[in-house]
């Protein structure tokens, strides 16, 4: 009897890469051999068995290759009539077998199913077909009631739920309708129970309950793994929020400090002036290039104090008793060609003010007479 099957297996978050697309590519094992429960159209559940010799037969590796991704099982048999219709994607040609399972990688190129993953779906479901050979018997201890035999796989398909066991998880989402071959009572002719661990006890259990009981723990794991996960998610975008705090700072203290044309014409303005009523303390020979403003009023300082020290001292410090020496120029009448040391005159300029002085007084008697 020719029968359509469904495996499933997750997607886990270190098995996705995205391309520079957008397109998603990720590995995953899609199936692996074991005694599994389905139910048959009349509602009856049966085991049916997937042998290594079937499962990993080159004919049937041969055949996950290549193959159409699809969201969500199409009702027909997905072909080069219907591609467009269906496939999101496409598996490549890298089926193999490694740890007891068969494998391949795939690229995912539709936007919707893409951003469906990235919201949290991701069970894979392995749509094939297959002989259902009546056949009873054991694989792993387990009892079968039928062989599936000459699986082809027709499409690899995105799902909500699909088949397959937990070890078959690229993410473990959640568990699925698979029985474990070791958790089945290997006793031939009677009926297979699955012993489930519940509360530090091992019981009995029929295997659809125990199937349905993994489900529910994986998914409860799955919203615990997502819950972390946000609880990352959130501490990364409040770790970015204060970087990008901190660039705005910055970009806004750059902006204040940078100098504008009317800044530019006002720091070469004040510049010169510094330089004039500098030179009245330094002479024309002080070497002004590569002086800071700060460090030109220092050495102009110093000419008049030897004990004056800026270290420590703020620029207002600075400016103010500078601006005070000014003053004292200015109120003694010396001009900015003469030359000081120590803030007084030496023996030539005392000779040269007397002399001035003399002829002011002579110009002065003359207008008398």
Do not use: C
Not at 126 to 132: C, E, P, Q, T, V
Not at 279 to 302: Q, S, W
């Amino acid at each position: 009897m020719k029968v359509q099957r469904y495996d499933r297996a997750f997607i886990k978050d270190n098995d996705i890469t995205e391309t520079a697309e957008g397109y998603l590519n990720l590995i995953a094992p899609v199936t692996k051999p074991g005694v599994f429960p389905y139910r048959r159209g009349d509602g009856a559940m049966q085991m049916e068995a997937k042998l290594p010799e079937e499962l990993f037969s080159d004919s049937m590796i041969e055949s996950l290759n290549s193959k159409p991704f699809t969201d969500d099982h199409p009702h027909e048999l997905v072909t080069a009539a219907n591609y467009k219709k269906y496939a999101k994607g496409t598996t490549h040609n890298d089926a193999q077998v490694r740890d007891n399972k068969l494998f391949v990688s795939l690229t995912v190129t539709d936007a919707d199913t893409i951003k469906k993953i990235k919201n949290g779906k991701r069970e894979l479901s392995l749509g094939f077909s297959a002989d259902l050979i009546e056949q009873r018997g054991t694989y792993d201890g387990v009892q079968y009631d039928s062989v599936q035999r000459n699986m082809r796989v027709n499409h690899l398909a995105l799902v909500d739920q699909g088949r397959v066991g937990p070890d078959a998880a690229i993410r473990g989402d959640s568990a699925a309708f698979m029985i474990d071959s070791k958790d089945i009572n290997n006793e031939l002719g009677g009926n297979a129970m699955a012993k489930l661990v519940f509360d530090g006890k091992e019981i009995e259990v029929d295997p659809l309950v125990k199937a349905n009981f993994e489900t529910l723990e994986s998914k409860l794991e799955t919203a615990t793994t997502r819950a972390a996960s946000a609880d990352k998610l959130e501490g990364e975008r409040d770790s970015l929020k204060v970087q990008l705090d901190a660039k705005e700072k910055e970009l806004a203290d750059v902006k204040e400090s940078a100098l504008t044309e009317d800044k530019l014409d006002q720091a070469i303005a004040e510049s010169i002036e510094l330089r004039d009523s500098a030179r009245v303390f330094l002479g024309d020979d002080y070497d002004f290039v590569g002086k800071t403003n700060r460090e030109v009023k220092e050495a102009a300082i110093k000419t008049v104090n030897d004990s004056f020290k800026a270290d420590g001292k703020s620029d207002d410090y600075v400016d103010a008793f500078f601006d005070s020496l000014k003053v004292t120029v200015k109120e003694d009448g010396f001009t900015s060609d003469a030359n000081f040391n120590k803030g007084k005159p030496n023996a030539k300029e005392e000779a040269e003010i007397e002399k001035k002085k003399a002829a002011r007084q002579k110009i002065g008697k003359k207008g008398d007479n």
